[in-house]
């Protein structure tokens, strides 16, 4: 019991610190990609655009 | 049985908080509202016009898998199971990384640019498979967020120390209201925005609840209390005594697969992203969440664990000595838990973190169950003759028909499981036939229509695994055994029917 009880407390530390770093970065350039992602969508309101996805195949 | 209104009369929350709440609601659904004025076709709406970069994508897949519902049932699972139920954050947080590395079902799915998993079916197979695939993806999402609202009102009632019994029924019909408003109004692009300032506060807000219920709770002791209520089945899943075992483990191995390779809210993501290297870089990030997803609530519930057996009044409710007494639902030990021990202020923000949760993962099931109706059975049964507005309106009737269901659903049904179990389950009815279809679809030429029909038609055996169904048919099956033979079926029936009734030569679409 005692090698399992190690384990898991290994691996909630190292899980939130790496949840932390995570959440710090995302915080930092999610911002930024809100915005691209409003720019990206402005131009179909002049333009217009199909009712359906594109057709293209992969 | 009657709840101990004096249990819940006891929470730290105030009038702080409920300042705190309010500030946070009006912004979210601010936004919300606002990003409809950027939503002008059906691919906005659905899918954002595919203009999603790497770190929104984190933040949206990752607050969205990781719902005030995910949080309740998984602090259920440790307060259940200990800390043996780490292992399947383990999995689920391994087997997304892998999807990460090699790009698995997720970068070929894309790759079609399709705006749902059933319009892939039509792509590979034909409209009647795509027809059928709608009818039983939606069925099965819609019924797996059956217990959402009603568990999540538990939560809010619970923390806030509103008065229990008919209050849970009113907390109900404001959630859903706040929560379809901006669904509603903005579609993906809100959703997307949403998720963001979601993820901001409820990372931080479940980072500061761990923080707290270890320093309540004490880290090492949280162990050591566990050691002595549990044993050696409080660490080990494959201990003989515990409530996991090899199977179980199997099945949670296939859930972390299909959770976020195979889940349409997930799997929307990558159909979002702007590029096949975003939709890798986007899973192998979030393996993280979905490692912490599970992990951080496991610790709460098992921290909720070890402060009601050291509470003389909370242990008498909710493990009551008398026989023939009924316990108190063991989902109400992690809101009166966090109610106890954070402070004022605190508890407003990790609150609105969880109201955050909520909203976050509401706004894309939503989104998702009814633009499946729309795009893949109500379009496709019309010939495509629906102009775009239509199916935006039609969308958005649905969101508030799923909406009115989830309340009703939440009050009558009546099952034994855990509610992770119950989910697992409920989902297994359309991904355990939608594993079978896309990886034949994806990775197979010879993969047929017969083939697919059949995989779709066997998943729906899943259902076998719910309570009131066994109940009904006077049998007691795991439900892993059920969710793993259901997986298997679907395989089998897939190679045999494609390989029995291969679809002709010029029918075959894209393998």
């Given at each position: 019991?005692?090698?399992?009880i190690?384990?898991w407390?290994a691996?909630?530390?190292?899980g939130?610190?790496l949840?932390f770093?995570?959440?710090?970065w995302v915080?930092?350039?999610?911002?930024?990609?809100?915005?691209?992602?409003?720019?990206?969508?402005?131009?179909s309101r002049?333009?217009?655009?199909?009712t359906?996805?594109?057709?293209?195949r992969? | 049985m009657?709840i101990?209104?004096?249990?819940f009369?006891?929470t730290?929350?105030g009038?702080?908080?409920?300042?705190?709440?309010?500030?946070?609601?009006?912004?979210?659904?601010g936004?919300?509202?606002?990003?409809?004025?950027?939503?002008n076709t059906?691919?906005?709406?659905?899918?954002?016009k595919?203009s999603?970069?790497?770190?929104?994508?984190?933040?949206?897949?990752?607050?969205?898998?990781?719902?005030?519902?995910?949080?309740?049932?998984?602090a259920q699972?440790?307060f259940?199971?200990?800390f043996?139920?780490f292992?399947?954050?383990?999995?689920?947080?391994?087997?997304?990384?892998?999807?990460?590395?090699?790009g698995f079902l997720v970068?070929?799915l894309?790759?079609?640019r399709?705006l749902?998993?059933?319009?892939?079916?039509?792509?590979?197979?034909?409209?009647?498979t795509?027809?059928?695939g709608?009818?039983?993806?939606?069925?099965a999402g819609?019924?797996n967020m059956g217990m959402?609202?009603k568990v999540?009102?538990?939560f809010?009632?619970?923390?806030t120390?509103l008065?229990?019994?008919a209050?849970l029924?009113?907390?109900?019909?404001?959630l859903?209201s706040?929560?379809?408003?901006?669904?509603?109004?903005?579609?993906m692009?809100?959703?997307?925005?949403?998720?963001y300032?979601?993820?901001?506060?409820?990372?931080?807000?479940?980072?500061?609840a761990?923080w707290f219920a270890?320093?309540?709770?004490?880290?090492d002791?949280?162990f050591?209390?566990v050691?002595?209520?549990?044993?050696e089945?409080?660490?080990?899943?494959v201990?003989?005594?515990?409530?996991?075992?090899p199977?179980?483990?199997?099945w949670?191995?296939f859930?972390?697969?299909v959770?976020c390779?195979?889940?349409p809210t997930a799997v929307?993501?990558?159909?979002?992203?702007?590029?096949?290297?975003t939709?890798?870089r986007?899973y192998?990030?979030?393996s993280?969440g979905?490692?912490?997803?599970f992990?951080?609530?496991?610790?709460?519930?098992i921290?909720?664990?070890?402060?009601?057996?050291?509470?003389?009044d909370?242990?008498?409710?909710?493990?009551?000595a008398?026989?023939?007494?009924?316990a108190?639902?063991?989902l109400?030990?992690l809101?009166?838990?966090?109610?106890?021990?954070?402070?004022?202020?605190v508890i407003g923000?990790v609150?609105?973190?969880?109201?955050?949760?909520?909203?976050?993962?509401?706004?894309?099931?939503?989104?998702?169950?009814?633009s499946?109706i729309?795009?893949d059975?109500?379009?496709?049964?019309?010939?495509?003759r629906?102009?775009m507005r239509?199916?935006?309106?039609?969308?958005?009737?649905?969101?508030v028909?799923?909406?009115?269901?989830l309340?009703?659903?939440?009050?009558?049904?009546?099952?034994?499981?855990?509610?992770?179990?119950?989910?697992?389950?409920?989902?297994?009815i359309?991904?355990?036939?939608?594993?079978?279809v896309?990886?034949g679809?994806?990775?197979?030429?010879r993969?047929?229509?017969?083939?697919?029909t059949?995989?779709?038609?066997?998943?729906?055996?899943?259902?076998?695994?719910?309570?009131?169904?066994?109940?009904?048919?006077?049998v007691r099956?795991?439900s892993?055994?059920?969710?793993?033979?259901?997986?298997?079926?679907?395989?089998?029936?897939m190679?045999?029917?494609?390989?029995a009734f291969p679809?002709?030569?010029?029918a075959?679409?894209?393998?």
């Amino acid at each position: 019991m005692a090698g399992w009880i190690v384990l898991w407390k290994a691996v909630f530390l190292a899980g939130t610190a790496l949840f932390f770093g995570l959440a710090v970065w995302v915080t930092a350039r999610g911002w930024s990609d809100v915005r691209r992602m409003f720019s990206a969508m402005s131009p179909s309101r002049k333009t217009g655009s199909t009712t359906r996805s594109s057709r293209a195949r992969p | 049985m009657t709840i101990p209104a004096e249990i819940f009369a006891r929470t730290n929350f105030g009038v702080l908080d409920w300042a705190i709440v309010g500030v946070y609601l009006l912004v979210s659904v601010g936004i919300g509202v606002y990003a409809r004025s950027f939503v002008n076709t059906m691919d906005d709406f659905v899918v954002a016009k595919r203009s999603v970069r790497t770190a929104l994508g984190i933040a949206s897949m990752s607050s969205t898998e990781l719902g005030l519902i995910t949080v309740m049932y998984s602090a259920q699972k440790g307060f259940v199971g200990g800390f043996a139920a780490f292992h399947i954050a383990v999995v689920a947080g391994v087997v997304t990384l892998l999807v990460g590395l090699t790009g698995f079902l997720v970068v070929r799915l894309r790759a079609y640019r399709v705006l749902t998993i059933p319009e892939f079916y039509e792509k590979r197979f034909g409209r009647k498979t795509r027809i059928l695939g709608g009818c039983v993806l939606a069925l099965a999402g819609i019924l797996n967020m059956g217990m959402f609202l009603k568990v999540e009102s538990m939560f809010i009632v619970a923390v806030t120390g509103l008065e229990p019994g008919a209050t849970l029924t009113t907390v109900m019909v404001v959630l859903m209201s706040l929560a379809l408003l901006y669904t509603v109004f903005g579609g993906m692009v809100s959703d997307m925005v949403t998720d963001y300032l979601q993820f901001v506060v409820l990372a931080f807000g479940l980072l500061a609840a761990c923080w707290f219920a270890a320093s309540e709770v004490g880290f090492d002791h949280a162990f050591q209390a566990v050691a002595v209520l549990k044993g050696e089945a409080g660490f080990n899943p494959v201990a003989a005594e515990g409530a996991f075992g090899p199977a179980y483990m199997a099945w949670m191995a296939f859930l972390g697969l299909v959770s976020c390779a195979v889940w349409p809210t997930a799997v929307a993501r990558a159909l979002a992203a702007d590029s096949g290297a975003t939709v890798k870089r986007i899973y192998t990030w979030s393996s993280i969440g979905f490692l912490t997803r599970f992990l951080m609530p496991y610790f709460l519930g098992i921290c909720a664990l070890v402060y009601v057996t050291e509470q003389p009044d909370l242990k008498a409710v909710f493990f009551p000595a008398r026989p023939g007494t009924q316990a108190l639902d063991n989902l109400y030990a992690l809101p009166v838990f966090l109610s106890h021990i954070l402070p004022a202020g605190v508890i407003g923000i990790v609150v609105a973190a969880m109201l955050a949760a909520l909203m976050s993962t509401y706004d894309s099931y939503f989104l998702t169950w009814s633009s499946v109706i729309t795009q893949d059975v109500i379009a496709p049964l019309t010939g495509d003759r629906i102009g775009m507005r239509a199916r935006i309106l039609i969308t958005r009737l649905l969101m508030v028909g799923i909406g009115v269901y989830l309340v009703y659903w939440g009050l009558f049904y009546r099952g034994r499981e855990d509610i992770w179990d119950y989910m697992a389950v409920s989902g297994a009815i359309y991904f355990t036939g939608a594993f079978a279809v896309m990886l034949g679809g994806l990775y197979w030429k010879r993969a047929s229509s017969t083939g697919a029909t059949l995989a779709i038609l066997s998943g729906c055996s899943a259902v076998l695994g719910l309570s009131p169904v066994q109940d009904a048919l006077g049998v007691r099956l795991p439900s892993a055994w059920v969710g793993l033979a259901t997986v298997a079926a679907s395989v089998v029936v897939m190679i045999a029917g494609s390989l029995a009734f291969p679809d002709r030569p010029r029918a075959r679409r894209r393998g």
